[in-house]
């Protein structure tokens, strides 16, 4: 899709389509629009950040690494939100923190240092997504928190497969994004998911888990 198109996405969603004309046009000045067809590490711990990142299409996944090399998912970013690790970079001129991935098919926006301070100074929209960032954000990671000291392993991927596959009964997800997401080994995955398809809760595709049972995959995520 070219840079129109997704311009007009970006003005589809509620906080810019709430901008004054004056803010639309900062906006549509400063912007770029980076395209990921594949998925892809766009940043890395330790890199400086030269503006805030708003999702217009597709997902993005912040992770960490430990020492050992195991990755584990600190939250995702999804459209028509802010990357709120980017935006502490750019008011206290840090570095970033973890790294962060693109989703195949995923349009990003990135709204340069200057012009989003000065939209945070003057537009209540912009202010209102810098607050929503940060509460879903210190919400995402307390969940994941409850769910790291609350469940046990096939719990955590019963869960995410079921709250991931909503509305289209399928998650396209490899067993090694599945446990760089869960923060261990894709040999554990694939030995978790055999359970599972034994079970007649899923089906495993290439590249993907379709929902069997739904509520089968509950009951091993401990929700009935």
Request: aromatic share 6%.
């Amino acid at each position: 899709m070219d840079n129109a198109g997704s311009l007009g996405e970006l003005r589809a969603l509620d906080v810019f389509r709430e901008l004054s004309a004056t803010g639309q046009q900062m906006l549509e000045c400063g912007m770029q629009l980076n395209h990921f067809d594949e998925l892809k590490t766009i940043i890395n711990k330790g890199n400086t950040v030269s503006g805030a990142y708003v999702v217009v299409r597709g997902r993005l996944r912040v992770y960490s690494i430990s020492p050992g090399g195991n990755e584990a998912t600190l939250y995702f970013i999804n459209p028509g939100e802010v990357c709120i690790l980017a935006l502490n970079c750019i008011f206290n001129n840090l570095q970033y923190p973890a790294w962060v991935q693109s989703e195949p098919d995923t349009c990003v926006g990135m709204i340069p240092s200057l012009t989003y301070r000065t939209l945070f100074q003057n537009e209540p929209s912009i202010q209102n997504l810098t607050v929503h960032a940060l509460s879903v954000l210190v919400f995402r990671l307390m969940e994941e928190l409850e769910e790291i000291h609350s469940l046990n392993l096939n719990e955590r991927l019963a869960k995410f497969i079921l709250m991931r596959s909503e509305g289209v009964g399928q998650l396209r997800m490899t067993q090694s994004e599945l446990a760089a997401h869960l923060g261990t080994t894709r040999e554990v995955i694939a030995k978790l998911l055999r359970r599972m398809v034994a079970d007649k809760a899923v089906k495993t595709l290439r590249g993907a888990i379709v929902v069997e049972q739904a509520e089968q995959l509950a009951r091993l995520a401990g929700q009935r």
